[in-house]
C-alpha cells in the first residue's frame, strides 16, 4: 500500500488547529458558519489521521517491547504487533480515499429528473415505481422531495416528473442513479403471462446558485400559459404556468404550480441545473477518455440498471452486481446497498488512478 503524504497531513492538522483557535475567539456570525463549515470537512480526516499516528507510536512501543529479553512479554508484544498493523493499514486506506479530490457538488441537493422511455404506459408506471423508491429512500436519509413539475401517464404513473430533492450530500449519492433504468415485468394488462421490457430514464442534477452558473437577461425567453393538473385535468383560471428558453443552448424548462412566482423561481432553478450539468459533462467526457471506469460518469444514455420481476432480482450493469432483493430496492430500503457499492468502485478506480500518476 503507497505511504501517506506527511506533509499534507502536517497541513491540515495546522489548518485544523488555527481554525479551532478562530471559532473560539468570537468571530462574527458569517465567519463563524464559514469557519463551521470547514472544522466539519475537516474533523472526519483529522480524526483518522491522528488515530493514524496513535496507532504507529503504539507499533513503535509494541516492537521496542518484542526485542527485549522477556519471553511472555515479547509473546504478548507480538500480537498487539499483529493487531496495530492491521489497523494502520486500514487508517492509511480510509486517509487515502478522504484524500481524494472531491466532486465540489457532492454536498449540495439535487434536482431528480424521471421519464418514462421505451414501453408505452408500462414505462410510464415504471417511472412512478421509480420516483416513488426516490422519495422513501430520501425520507429514510432526512433529506425532503418538492414535485416541481409532472405528468402524468394515462393508465398511471409519470410521463415525466421533476422534483427537488434538498438536503446534506444528496447529490453525493443519487448521481449514480443518472442513466437508463431497464425494467423486465408481466405488465397487469397482459393477459398471456408474457413479460415485457420497458425502460425510464434517471437525470440527477446538482441545484446550483447564481454564482455557479451565470444567466444573462438576454439568453432567455420567459412564457407564461395555461397550467393544467392531471390528465388535462382542473385546468387554472390564470396564466400561472412558466416556460422558460435558454435561446444559446436551446434548452426548455416548463413549471406548472399554482403560483406564477413560485413557477418562475422553480424554472430558474431547473435551468441552472442543466446548464451547470451540460458544463459539468462536457469536462467528464474530456476526462473519461483516460479514465477506466465510468461509475458515476452520469452518461444519460448508458443502461446502469435491470429490475426483474419474475426473479426478483435487480443488476447493476456498471459493477457486475445482482441482488436478489428486488421489493426491498424498489421500496427504498435496499438502495443503500447498491450505491454504496457503486461509490467503493468509484473510489477503487480513483485511487488506482492515482497510483498510476493519471
Known amino acids: 500500500m503507497a505511504s501517506l503524504p506527511t506533509d499534507k497531513l502536517d497541513a491540515l492538522e495546522r489548518r485544523f488547529d488555527s481554525i479551532e483557535a478562530a471559532m473560539s475567539g ?21 480524526e483518522k489521521v491522528r488515530a493514524f499516528r496513535v496507532a504507529q507510536s503504539d507499533l513503535a512501543g509494541a516492537e521496542e ?27 492509511t486506506q480510509d486517509i487515502r480515499i478522504l484524500l481524494l479530490p472531491r466532486d ?37 436519509q432526512g433529506w ?9 401517464g394515462d393508465a398511471g404513473g409519470f410521463k415525466e416528473i421533476v422534483a427537488n430533492v434538498s438536503g446534506v450530500g444528496v447529490f453525493a449519492k443519487l448521481k449514480y442513479e443518472s442513466g437508463v433504468h431497464r425494467v423486465q415485468r408481466v405488465p397487469d394488462t397482459e393477459g398471456s403471462g408474457r413479460i415485457h421490457t420497458s425502460a425510464a430514464t434517471v437525470a440527477v442534477l446538482p441545484e446550483v446558485e447564481d454564482i455557479d452558473i451565470e444567466i444573462r437577461p438576454e439568453d ?12 388535462g385535468q382542473h385546468v387554472n383560471t390564470t396564466d400561472s404556468a ?54 458515476g460518469s452520469g452518461d444519460r444514455s448508458e443502461r446502469i440498471r435491470t429490475y426483474n420481476f419474475p426473479q426478483g432480482r435487480v443488476t447493476d450493469h456498471r459493477i457486475n452486481l445482482t441482488l436478489y432483493k428486488l421489493p426491498q430496492i424498489i421500496a427504498g430500503d435496499g438502495l443503500d446497498e447498491i450505491i454504496d457499492a457503486l461509490i467503493t468502485e468509484n473510489q ?11
Open 104 to 140: 465540489a457538488a457532492d454536498e449540495k441537493s439535487a434536482i431528480l429528473e424521471v421519464r418514462a422511455g421505451t414501453g408505452g404506459d408500462e414505462a410510464a408506471l415504471f417511472a412512478g415505481d421509480l420516483f416513488r423508491m426516490y422519495q422513501r429512500y430520501a425520507e429514510s
Open 348 to 358: 477503487a478506480a480513483q485511487l488506482a488512478d492515482m497510483e498510476q500518476g493519471n
Open 144 to 152: 425532503k422531495v418538492n414535485v416541481m413539475e409532472a405528468s402524468e
Open 220 to 231: 432567455i425567453r420567459i412564457d407564461t400559459m395555461r397550467a393544467s393538473g392531471a390528465g
Open 242 to 295: 412558466v416556460r422558460i428558453t435558454h435561446i444559446p443552448s436551446g434548452i426548455v424548462v416548463t413549471s406548472a404550480e399554482k403560483s406564477q412566482h413560485q413557477n418562475r423561481a422553480n424554472a430558474m432553478k431547473v435551468l441552472r441545473a442543466r446548464l451547470f450539468d451540460e458544463r459539468q459533462q462536457k469536462a467528464s467526457s474530456e476526462r473519461a477518455e483516460s479514465r477506466k471506469s465510468q461509475v
Open 26 to 46: 468570537s468571530p462574527d456570525p458569517d465567519e463563524y458558519v464559514r469557519l463551521s463549515k470547514e472544522y466539519s470537512e475537516l474533523s472526519p480526516m483529522v
Open 65 to 91: 517491547l518484542a526485542r527485549s529479553g522477556d519471553k511472555d512479554m515479547a509473546e504478548l508484544a507480538q500480537e498487539e504487533i499483529t493487531e496495530l498493523k492491521e489497523q494502520i493499514e486500514a487508517l
